[in-house]
């Protein structure tokens, strides 16, 4: 499965110069936060495939304009062709506005979803905007990032945690990728592809919504 993640800024070659079938390879579309929800419904209807969502903290405006055929996962989990995927967005409350969170906020969200994680064996990818702590972060109030996470990570091991957050354009030391005792990390910031083998579906469990792959039609 060919995943594209998204995140912070909006991509040119996908918006504003789009040449029809550019997104026709991809299965799935992430984004980790802080996009115009016009640009997440024109990938939508472009990409004709799903596109799942978590809230960046400065995403309030979806409140009243949400991304319209887009899916918010921020909070939930759900399966995609047999990929469980977790969905946790929002960053580390440096002032009073939405989608920012205390560690311990974060650590009350990611404990309420215990019993699905347990019936699930846990998940394949982590969707966030903000990235762990000590992981692709950095040390101001604003960028400083999750230990909460870092522990989701050391208790269910995913095959990946995608973030945002960090814009790449910081500094040329901010890294793309990292490994986190076999967690791949990754820097969503614009866009970045992943591949990774599709998963045997398995029946749906309570509260889980489970997507499968539908016939393509021909992509815009």
Same mark, same amino acid.
């Given at each position: 499965?060919?995943?594209?993640?998204? $995140?912070?800024? /909006?991509?040119?070659?996908?918006? %504003?110069?789009?040449?029809?079938?550019?997104?026709?390879?991809?299965? @799935?579309?992430? $984004?980790?936060?802080?996009?115009?929800?016009?640009?997440?419904? *024109?990938?939508?209807?472009?990409?004709? &495939?799903?596109?799942?969502?978590?809230?960046?903290? +400065?995403?309030? +405006?979806?409140?009243?304009?949400?991304?319209?055929?887009?899916? &918010?996962? %921020?909070?939930?989990?759900?399966?995609?062709?047999?990929?469980?995927? @977790?969905?946790?967005?929002? &960053?580390?409350?440096?002032?009073?506005?939405?989608?920012?969170?205390?560690?311990? /906020?974060?650590?009350?969200?990611?404990?309420?979803?215990?019993?699905?994680?347990?019936?699930?064996?846990?998940?394949?990818?982590?969707?966030? +905007?903000?990235?762990?702590? !000590?992981?692709? %972060?950095? /040390?101001?109030?604003?960028?400083? !990032?999750?230990? $909460?996470?870092?522990? @989701?990570?050391?208790?269910?091991?995913?095959?990946?945690? =995608? +973030?945002?957050?960090?814009?790449? $354009?910081?500094?040329? %030391?901010?890294?793309?990728?990292?490994?986190?005792? !076999?967690?791949?990390?990754?820097?969503?910031?614009?866009?970045?592809?992943?591949?990774?083998?599709?998963?045997?579906?398995?029946?749906?469990? *309570?509260?889980? =919504?489970?997507?499968?792959?539908?016939?393509?039609?021909?992509? @815009?």
């Amino acid at each position: 499965m060919k995943i594209l993640t998204i $995140s912070d800024e /909006e991509c040119p070659a996908l918006w %504003d110069y789009y040449v029809p079938g550019r997104l026709a390879e991809y299965d @799935l579309i992430l $984004s980790c936060g802080d996009l115009k929800a016009q640009y997440l419904s *024109f990938l939508v209807t472009m990409a004709r &495939c799903p596109v799942l969502y978590v809230h960046g903290n +400065h995403d309030g +405006h979806y409140r009243v304009a949400p991304p319209e055929g887009c899916d &918010c996962i %921020d909070g939930h989990i759900v399966t995609y062709n047999g990929v469980r995927i @977790l969905g946790l967005g929002g &960053c580390r409350r440096y002032r009073r506005d939405v989608h920012q969170y205390t560690d311990n /906020e974060m650590r009350l969200r990611i404990f309420k979803l215990r019993r699905q994680l347990w019936r699930l064996g846990g998940v394949d990818i982590v969707v966030t +905007h903000a990235p762990p702590e !000590g992981l692709g %972060d950095a /040390e101001d109030p604003a960028h400083w !990032g999750f230990e $909460s996470l870092r522990e @989701l990570l050391d208790k269910y091991h995913p095959q990946y945690l =995608v +973030h945002g957050h960090v814009h790449m $354009s910081y500094g040329h %030391d901010i890294p793309r990728e990292l490994d986190y005792n !076999g967690t791949r990390i990754i820097n969503a910031y614009e866009r970045y592809t992943i591949e990774l083998p599709d998963q045997p579906v398995q029946a749906k469990h *309570f509260g889980q =919504v489970v997507y499968k792959t539908k016939q393509k039609k021909e992509p @815009l």
